[in-house]
């Protein structure tokens, strides 16, 4: 994976079924003004670390017409906590105030070129790619993080500014490919950039 969606591209569409039963397309987020998707998963420390951050991040800004739509790419190969049944068991202990869609060929974490869990992308209201990298400085541990990228770019998008920083570097684990070169790497590496 050499390349990642570019800033100023449109949002790529999608169809993927939920923890909620239901299956979404990017059309079904119309209603919202701003969309945050991020790839996630279950196991990875970065995502446990940043989970309620996030999730204030998304009840906060949900008041200002953004939605975050998360999407687990892993393969279940590597981690069978990355399960599409481990997704619906952790969104009911968890009650996560986001669409959570399980892409299970991997076709979208392609398409977006995702790198990391958690790995965010901003778009505006035209569906335009305004932001894309890491949600925090220090996902793995919060209580030591020192810059919120994702909340100041939600701020500035939502007040009608320009944004700051519109690229950083995510900051997680390696996203787990199916396939035969898809493990050059040990299925508990979780690197940074």
Not at 21 to 30: M, N, R, V
């Amino acid at each position: 994976m050499a390349f990642t969606l570019e800033l100023r591209k449109k949002a790529i569409d999608f169809k993927l079924p939920a923890t909620d039963g239901k299956t979404y397309t990017l059309s079904d987020f119309d209603k919202y003004k701003y969309l945050v998707i991020f790839f996630t998963c279950n196991h990875c420390p970065y995502v446990k670390g940043s989970d309620e951050v996030t999730r204030a991040s998304a009840d906060k800004y949900l008041q200002r017409g953004v939605r975050f739509v998360g999407i687990n790419s892993n393969s279940e190969n590597t981690y069978e906590e990355d399960s599409f049944e481990n997704m619906v068991k952790r969104m009911n202990e968890y009650k996560f105030p986001w669409i959570y869609l399980h892409d299970k060929d991997q076709s979208v974490a392609l398409a977006y070129g995702a790198l990391k869990t958690p790995h965010f992308y901003v778009f505006n209201e035209d569906r335009v790619l305004v932001y894309t990298g890491r949600g925090v400085d220090n996902p793995r541990n919060v209580d030591k993080m020192t810059v919120n990228n994702l909340d100041i770019t939600l701020d500035e998008l939502t007040s009608g500014k320009p944004i700051s920083i519109p690229l950083t570097n995510p900051i997680g684990c390696s996203l787990k490919w199916e396939g035969k070169d898809a493990h050059w790497m040990p299925p508990d590496a979780c690197d940074l950039v």
